[in-house]
């Protein structure tokens, strides 16, 4: 268990839906980040918080959106979802918004399927 | 430019014996950092190592190394003594000092330990 949790695990759900992925980072890290994993495009950062603050952001469509809260747990909202959003979404955390040195902590991923 | 490559998409390596797995990088940042992480079949992403800039001599953690030559832009990971469990997608990721906080990650390669 590397501390970062994300739930759900799977998720399978048709095109037009909405969802919405949760991550709960390691204890005493501040900052969360999103990243989507596909077959075709490898993994593509997608957005950081910093303790509730957007921090930084990259190849994230319109059609998602993440939020994290007062308890630095984190949110992905993903909407209107097409067949090539199918991917397995990563959220890591880290202590600090800066170079640590140490890389993330990834969670174990949630699957999506979109059929 | 990619800023991350790796060109091995597959590798098949004995039992017992030692496997190099390449990655180049291109950065114009002094600072940053090379990580390297491995991608079991269950999904989880687990860090290996990390080699910074300034880095004198080159990192290891057990049975990993990094051979890290800064002037080719190289950060190769060794696997000494591959054990059936080192089969996995092995991916090689950078972070720079100065343009926030996400992880530039290549292509992947894929590890085969046969018996």
């Known amino acids: 268990d590397s501390g970062v949790t994300q739930t759900p695990k799977h998720l399978i759900t048709a095109t037009g839906q909405r969802v919405t992925l949760r991550c709960s980072p390691r204890s005493g890290d501040l900052s969360v980040y999103w990243y989507q994993q596909s077959l075709d495009q490898g993994l593509q950062f997608l957005i950081q918080?910093?303790?509730?603050?957007?921090?930084a952001k990259g190849n994230i469509l319109e059609r998602f959106s993440a939020q994290q809260f007062p308890d630095l747990h984190s949110e992905l909202n993903l909407s209107s979802l097409e067949l090539g959003d199918s991917a397995l979404y990563f959220c890591a955390s880290s202590v600090g918004g800066y170079r640590d040195g140490y890389g993330y902590t990834f969670g174990s991923g949630t699957r999506l399927t979109v059929v | 430019a990619q800023k991350i490559t790796q060109t091995q998409p597959g590798m098949f390596v004995q039992e017992k014996e030692a496997v190099t797995l390449d990655c180049t990088y291109d950065?114009?940042?002094?600072?940053?950092?090379l990580f390297w992480y491995k991608q079991p079949s269950s999904g989880e992403m687990i860090f290996l190592i990390y080699?910074?800039?300034?880095?004198?001599q080159n990192a290891t953690e057990g049975r990993y190394s990094l051979n890290f030559q800064k002037a080719r832009k190289s950060a190769n990971l060794v696997i000494s003594a591959s054990q059936l469990g080192d089969s996995a997608m092995y991916f090689c990721a950078m972070r720079e000092e100065n343009t926030g906080n996400q992880f530039y990650f290549g292509t992947g390669t894929s590890l085969t330990v046969i018996p």
């Open positions: 950065t114009s940042d002094p600072s940053y950092g």
């Open positions: 080699q910074g800039s300034y880095d004198q």
């Open positions: 918080y910093y303790n509730g603050e957007e921090r």
